[in-house]
């Protein structure tokens, strides 16, 4: 069995009149994240950490924020299209590791509905998606809620 390892990062703006999508689920918040698809940060630190993992570029490079098809997507269906991406080199996914820092709103009892959710996109058991979520303890952008950030570390399988 040949294993990799990849690492994400992704960041956006929170703003007003947009909804808030982390980890697949929607937010009940004031403020949603900018972005060309729904902005949802955990999802697109997963989907370039499984691309790097598999030497396959980045999110960006997969489904452009210039491409009137990704306008307004779900990142769940671009987390699934990713896992078929990977699976064309025979990799699937083995865990994943992320954190998502946010000052607002708390994710903590919200955290096995994501869980839930990608584990069923990435077609692994729930045992194997961790989801941490932390503050800035109010420094920096995430501090000042001028956004959310996510990192991501996956293991994949061959």
């Known amino acids: 069995m040949k294993i990799r390892v ?13 909804d808030l999508w982390l980890g697949g689920i929607k937010f009940e918040h004031e403020l949603g994240l900018l972005g060309h698809s729904d902005a949802d940060v955990l ?3 997963i989907c370039d950490a499984l691309l790097g993992a598999a030497n396959m570029r980045d999110i ?4 452009p924020d210039n491409a009137g098809e990704y306008k307004n ?6 987390l699934a299209k990713t896992v078929d991406l990977i699976a064309t080199k025979g990799y699937r996914v083995g865990n994943v590791d992320a ?3 946010a000052e607002r709103p708390k994710l903590k009892a919200r955290i096995p509905e994501m869980q839930e959710v990608l584990a069923h996109l990435m077609q692994v058991d729930i045992d194997d998606v961790s989801i941490k979520a932390t503050t800035t303890e109010k420094l920096g952008f995430t501090g000042r809620e ?3 950030s996510a990192y991501a570390t ?3 399988e061959k």
């Open 6 to 18: 990849g690492f994400g990062f992704d960041v956006h703006q929170l703003v007003p009149e947009r």
């Open 43 to 45: 999802i697109h630190a």
């Open 60 to 63: 960006g490079y997969h489904f």
């Open 73 to 78: 997507i779900d990142s769940k269906i671009l």
């Open 99 to 101: 954190t998502v820092c």
């Open 146 to 148: 001028e956004g959310i």
């Open 154 to 156: 996956v293991l994949i």
